[in-house]
Nanobody, 121 residues
Framework: QVQLVESGGGLVQAGGSLRLSCAASGIIFSVNAMGWYRQAPGKQRELVSSITSGGATNYADSVKDRFTISRDNTNKMVYLQMNSLKPEDTAVYYC???????????????WGQGTQVTVSS
């Protein structure tokens, strides 16, 4: 079993910063791609940023130049540094990871429980 545990959400004023963290634990052979998604009330879940096992990153246009994704392969963690936050960034943020439990198994997709980010104007 694999678990993703998120932390770092909270309430900040517009222009402020938050750093989200996500730790993967359990029976893990390798962690492949990892990413952050968010979902605002009444909206569909959207990809915010992703990072491959090799460190290649991509970002939604709405967060480019403001958010930075990074990972720590030794500790099986992924981070999302969020700067210059805007009210429209308000959402529940979810960690996602593609995990292989053994060398011979295929990858499975796992999700964290979500952490609330609220940006006030």
């Amino acid at each position: 079993q694999v678990q993703l545990v998120e932390s770092g959400g909270g309430l900040v004023q517009a222009g402020g910063s938050l750093r989200l963290s996500c730790a993967a634990s359990g029976i893990i052979f390798s962690v492949n791609a990892m990413g952050w998604y968010r979902q605002a009330p009444g909206k569909q879940r959207e990809l915010v940023s992703s990072i491959t096992s090799g460190g290649a990153t991509n970002y939604a246009d709405s967060v480019k130049d403001r958010f930075t994704i990074s990972r720590d392969n030794t500790n099986k963690m992924v981070y999302l540094q969020m700067n210059s936050l805007k009210p429209e960034d308000t959402a529940v943020y979810y960690c996602n990871a593609e995990v292989r439990s053994t060398w011979f198994s295929g990858q499975s997709d796992y999700w964290g429980q979500g952490t609330q980010v609220t940006v006030s104007s």
